[in-house]
T-cell receptor, first 115, second 112 residues
Framework: AQSVTQLGSHVSVSEGALVLLRCNYS??????LFWYVQYPNQGLQLLLK??????LVKGINGFEAEFKKSETSFHLTKPSAHMSDAAEYFC?????????????FGKGTKLTVNP | DAGVIQSPRHEVTEMGQEVTLRCKPI?????LFWYRQTMMRGLELLIY????????DSGMPEDRFSAKMPNASFSTLKIQPSEPRDSAVYFC??????????FGPGTRLTVT
């Protein structure tokens, strides 16, 4: 069965520092991969997605992620953290198989940005 | 365009009462999902519909939970009777085929 592992339930960075949030997935078929962000007391909002094609995907708010099939990874990065990036981030995978639209989510990584 | 609409945003009820959560998906989307989020268990998929038909309800906790989608623009999640352990934030999301899911703002349910 497909699964998603997010390494580190909490990540803390200084403002202006690199943000790196890790996501590894398991899949026997090419996956669709997503990163969502959740701000306090809000729903999840799509940051970026990988379906096919270019493996480096750019999203909103300066975030990007790279799909690495050999490492089964889809890590999220941002060169310079802003205070407004403090939120919880979820990686998710959907198998493009059997017509299912289900997403499997990781447990989330809470990002703290220190001034 | 309006996003996914959920009501109520907050619900406080007593144990044993019936609770009904409502969701209006984005127009043109053909799949709808109900999720539950808690600190302990994270984000869990409860049930999903495609073209108003329940496709996967394996995440529904028990018979106290039921969901319906009578038409393409409305869905309900009902808990009867409610218990304190049902306290959580319930999200509705919708999507069209092979696209990303769009989430509503959630309903925060507290059962006392």
């Amino acid at each position: 069965a497909q699964s998603v592992t997010q390494l580190g339930s909490h990540v803390s960075v200084s403002e202006g520092a690199l943000v790196l949030l890790r996501c590894n997935y398991s899949s026997s078929v090419p996956p669709y991969l997503f990163w969502y962000v959740q701000y306090p007391n809000q729903g999840l909002q799509l940051l970026l997605k990988y379906t096919t094609g270019a493996t480096l995907v750019k999203g909103i708010n300066g975030f990007e992620a790279e799909f690495k099939k050999s490492e089964t990874s889809f890590h999220l990065t941002k060169p310079s953290a802003h205070m407004s990036d403090a939120a919880e981030y979820f990686c998710a995978v959907r198998l493009d198989q059997g017509g299912s639209e289900k997403l499997v989510f990781g447990k989330g990584t809470k990002l703290t940005v220190n001034p | 365009d309006a996003g996914v609409i959920q009501s109520p945003r907050h619900e406080v009820t007593e144990m044993g009462q019936e609770v009904t959560l409502r969701c209006k998906p984005i127009s043109g989307h053909n799949s709808l999902f109900w999720y539950r989020q808690t600190m302990m268990r994270g984000l869990e998929l409860l049930i999903y519909f495609n073209n108003n038909v329940p496709i996967d309800d394996s995440g529904m906790p028990e018979d106290r939970f039921s969901a319906k989608m009578p038409n393409a623009s409305f869905s309900t999640l009902k808990i009867q009777p409610s218990e304190p352990r049902d306290s959580a934030v319930y999200f509705c999301a919708s999507t069209k085929t092979r696209a990303e899911q769009y989430f509503g703002p959630g309903t925060r349910l507290t059962v006392t």
